[in-house]
Each structure stands twice: as C-alpha cells, then as structure tokens.
C-alpha cells in the first residue's frame, strides 16, 4: 500500500491469479465493444480512446473491490461521500495503437438513470495483466506539484508500480489520467468508478 501526495492509494500485486483469471473470463464472455467517449451512449473517437470495453455486474466483485475503496479514501483522508459503484468495465488494450488519451473521470452528476443525481468521486484500476503480456501501456496521472526552485508546475507520474498482475489502483476521479499506446500484445484491467452526492 502506499500513498502519494494524495493523488492515488494502491496495493501492488493484490488479488491472485484465480480471480484476474475469473475476472478476463467474464469480461470476454460480455462480449467487448469498442469504447465510446462521453458518458451515457457517447461516441467512439480513436484519436482520443481505441479500446474495447464490456460491463461486469457481479455482487462478489463489488463487495471484494468496496473494501478497497473505503481503506483508499480513509486512509488517504480524502473522506468523500460515496454511495456505491457503477457497472465494471472490463477494457482491453491491444496493440497496435490501443490507448486512452488524458482525461478525468470527475464530471457532472447524472441526470437520469440509476446513479440519477451522482457524480463520479473514486475511480479504482485493477491490473489484470502480466508485464510480459505487453508492451507499451503505461499508466501515467498529471497533477500539479512543486518543482526544484518551489514554482508550481504541471508533473506527471508513472505508475510502473502498478503494472504487476493482481495491482489495485484507487484514485480522486478529478485527477487527470492516461494509458500509453499498447505497442505489443494486449493489456487487460478492470475499472470502476465509485459515485456518491455532488460535492457541497
């Protein structure tokens, strides 16, 4: 476990083999389509986000993945607000090119459907792959931090910690993101977000 400046909170090598593997299995069965942008039906757009994307409503996996995201946001002491999870999304990232461009999971509440009234709070990563599955990949987050001479400027961070299989990853949904290109192979994870009421 560790945390870092607040801007994420994860376990390195987490979960065993037995539910990555169970994970990839239901995931594939669903069926994954390429990944759209925007919340609700969005559009697909790859010069911003080539995936494919299917979603997981498992109580099991809820309930193993909620523990996580209480101890991330004690812990970290961003203690925000959180109701309960949206659908899963398994995603696979394949080479060549697959990638998701810079973006934040944070948005406007929802204005209709289940989570109607919600808003996105925790996002949570699980690396389902191996390193040696792929190349490329990388998950980075920006955000803004001191430099050398005490100005303030944009930094990015390069999570190589998290790309051991089983890694779980919990993060503020407004902290910007992104995965690099995938140049070999296919990299698998699971994301979920977390929602509860607009901040006040």
């Known amino acids: 476990m560790k945390n870092n400046d607040n801007i994420h909170y ?10 990555c593997d169970a994970i ?26 080539k995936s494919k994307t299917s979603w997981i409503e498992k109580n099991w996996l809820f309930k193993l993945l909620w523990e996580y995201v209480i101890e991330a946001n ?11 999870f949206e659908a899963l999304q398994y995603t696979t990232y394949e080479a060549p090119g697959s990638h998701y461009d810079w973006h934040i999971d944070h948005t406007e509440p929802y ?33 803004l931090g001191k430099s050398s001479d005490g100005s303030v400027d944009k930094q990015i961070s390069s999570l190589d910690a998290i790309t051991s299989r089983g890694s779980i990853l919990v993060f503020p949904g407004h902290v910007y993101h992104r995965v690099l290109p995938v140049s070999k192979g296919t990299r698998r994870s699971l994301v979920a977000w977390a929602v509860g009421k607009p901040y006040v």
């Open 111 to 143: 204005t209709g459907g289940p989570h109607k009234g919600l808003m996105r709070k925790v996002s949570v990563t699980v690396q389902l792959s191996s390193p040696e599955d792929y190349e490329g990949g990388g998950f980075e987050q920006m955000y």
């Open 24 to 49: 990839i299995k239901e995931g594939e069965s669903l069926n994954p389509k390429d990944a759209v942008i925007g919340m609700g039906k969005g559009s697909v757009n790859t010069e911003i986000r």
């Open 10 to 19: 994860f376990w390195k090598a987490e979960l065993p083999d037995l539910i």
């Open 74 to 84: 004690l812990k970290s002491n961003w203690n925000y607000h959180i109701d309960r």
